[in-house]
């Protein structure tokens, strides 16, 4: 099969076949915001549409391609795979990428001891709920509120946005949830002794919530307290996303278990991992009759293991989480700029290249009324008049970071230039600029983005 002259091919019935086959509404929303463009090629932090139009990618797939698309090392190591002939998936035995690879991984984390693999961030965070419950013997699972662990249903059971969480209960029992940042609300949540585990992300994906100072260190001497076990959600903020290996090290903590996921894949090939303390591994795999209690069929594949290998190579040869705390610190002091400049900033968080620019209701009489006329009729339009403009207007690709959010979340490839930033920060501070000009070119979008919004909640196709 030669797959480039299949997508060649086919390209002209991309949303037809997504339409017919898999997600309509997606195609859809892609159609009525003016991003069904046709990307056809990626490099780095680049992506090319249709047209050969170039891009500028602050997504990277939800943090997935932390070194960029189709990293050449992370090809290599794929090809070299494939080339190999390797015995892949004899499940009667075990994997020599598999073995390096946590040893690899485990030398970052050193006092962690044992890793398991798995295919993805929310296989992680479920793996997690299990040995939590079984090294413990408690049902409880603590999470905080605005977290977001996956759409499976234990990883959904733990997250806190009911958008995703509606329609689809009952959840899990035992799985609660206290506000992010509040020691005094998890120490009275953990003082029945019923929690096996409090899993949190250090820095919250959905609106880029910052830990308020000292709040990781008393969540470890909490949880000690009780006997909990920390688990540390990193599968979006760890392997040098936030400048460091991992978020908790700006925070000298060392959690029970760390979760990994999205970017050890290179974007090839889905894997996660549970890092963790020895003592719950022997919990959970405590005789030989018990070696197979947990696992999946494809966890440890050799192509997966090998993207992992590849991604950890080029994170230590190449300087990828110094370039993320050097190119994040001249971004968010960019965007902080902004902060006395432009009445609808209202807040800037992050740490690396993890940035919410958060927007909202301005000081002056026009742009409040401007503001009130678009939130009325969707919470979280507004973003919408920065996220198109700088897509359409500056090929930027960025999103909002929650449903209903005002806030923009900035995840790029962790190998942005100089030159890279200086796109961002033109196309930021054009569009932003015209969002303060009422009426003007972003309000007429805003008038448009508001009767489909109309449209959608009178049920009109």
């Known amino acids: 099969m030669d797959i480039a002259a299949l997508v060649a091919e086919r390209e002209a019935d991309?949303?037809?076949l997504h339409a017919r086959h898999l997600n309509e509404q997606m195609v859809r929303v892609l159609k009525t915001i003016g991003y069904d463009v046709g990307f056809r090629r990626g490099q780095g932090p680049y992506l090319w549409d249709r047209e050969g139009h170039q891009y500028l990618d602050l997504l990277s797939g939800f943090g997935v391609f932390a070194l960029g698309r189709n990293h050449a090392?992370?090809?290599?190591?794929?090809?070299?795979?494939?080339?190999?002939?390797?015995a892949n998936l004899v499940q009667m035995d075990v994997s020599v990428l598999a073995g390096v690879l946590a040893e690899r991984l485990l030398r970052q984390v050193p006092w962690l001891d044992k890793a398991f693999f798995c295919n993805?961030?929310?296989?992680?965070?479920?793996?997690?709920?299990?040995?939590?419950?079984?090294?413990?013997?408690?049902?409880?699972?603590?999470?905080?509120?605005h977290a977001y662990h996956g759409l499976?249903?234990?990883?959904?059971?733990?997250?806190?946005?009911?958008?995703?969480?509606?329609?689809?209960?009952?959840?899990?029992?035992?799985?609660?949830s206290v506000p992010f940042g509040d020691l005094d609300a998890l120490d009275r949540a953990l003082a029945g002794k019923d929690i096996a585990a409090f899993v949190v992300e250090p820095i919250q994906g959905k609106g880029v919530n910052m830990p308020p100072e000292g709040y990781l260190a008393g969540v470890a001497a909490l949880c000690r307290k009780h006997g909990t076990l920390f688990v540390a959600d990193e599968i979006q903020t760890g392997l040098g996303r936030t400048g460091r290996f991992l978020a908790v090290e700006h925070w000298g903590v060392e959690p029970d278990m760390v979760l990994l996921a999205k970017s050890l894949s290179g974007g090839h090939v889905p894997v996660g991992a549970v890092l963790a303390r020895r003592w719950i591994f022997a919990k959970i795999f405590d005789r030989m009759d018990r070696a197979v209690v947990h696992g999946s069929t494809f966890s440890k594949n050799d192509l997966a293991m090998a993207a992992g290998l590849a991604v950890l190579e080029a994170m230590e040869t190449e300087g990828v989480a110094a370039n993320a705390a050097r190119q994040g610190e001249r971004?968010?002091?960019?965007?902080?700029?902004?902060?006395?400049?432009?009445?609808?900033?209202?807040?800037?968080?992050?740490?690396?290249?993890?940035?919410?620019?958060?927007?909202?209701?301005?000081?002056?009489?026009?742009?409040?009324?401007?503001?009130?006329?678009?939130?009325?009729v969707n919470a979280g339009l507004f973003c919408q008049l920065i996220t198109i403009p700088l897509f359409k207007e500056h090929r930027i690709l960025s999103q909002v970071s929650g449903h209903a959010s005002h806030t923009?979340?900035?995840?790029?490839?962790?190998?942005?230039?100089?030159?890279?930033?200086?796109?961002?920060?033109r196309g930021f501070e054009a569009v932003v600029a015209?969002?303060?000009?009422?009426?003007?070119?972003?309000?007429?979008?805003?008038?448009?983005?508001?009767?489909?919004?109309?449209?959608a909640k009178a049920g009109v196709a």
């Open 14 to 16: 991309r949303y037809e």
């Open 73 to 86: 090392g992370v090809r290599r190591a794929l090809h070299g795979v494939i080339d190999a002939d390797l």
């Open 120 to 145: 993805s961030g929310t296989e992680a965070v479920e793996a997690a709920m299990k040995f939590a419950r079984g090294a413990t013997g408690r049902p409880g699972i603590l999470f905080a509120e």
């Open 152 to 176: 499976t249903y234990g990883a959904l059971s733990l997250n806190g946005d009911d958008n995703f969480r509606d329609g689809f209960g009952p959840l899990l029992p035992g799985c609660r």
């Open 331 to 376: 971004l968010l002091a960019f965007f902080r700029g902004m902060l006395g400049r432009h009445e609808f900033v209202k807040d800037v968080r992050g740490q690396g290249l993890m940035i919410g620019i958060e927007f909202g209701k301005p000081r002056s009489m026009g742009l409040r009324t401007a503001w009130n006329m678009i939130e009325t």
């Open 408 to 425: 923009i979340k900035l995840l790029p490839a962790l190998t942005l230039s100089d030159a890279d930033c200086d796109w961002i920060e």
């Open 434 to 455: 015209d969002s303060h000009r009422f009426p003007g070119a972003a309000w007429s979008l805003g008038r448009t983005l508001a009767g489909h919004a109309m449209k």
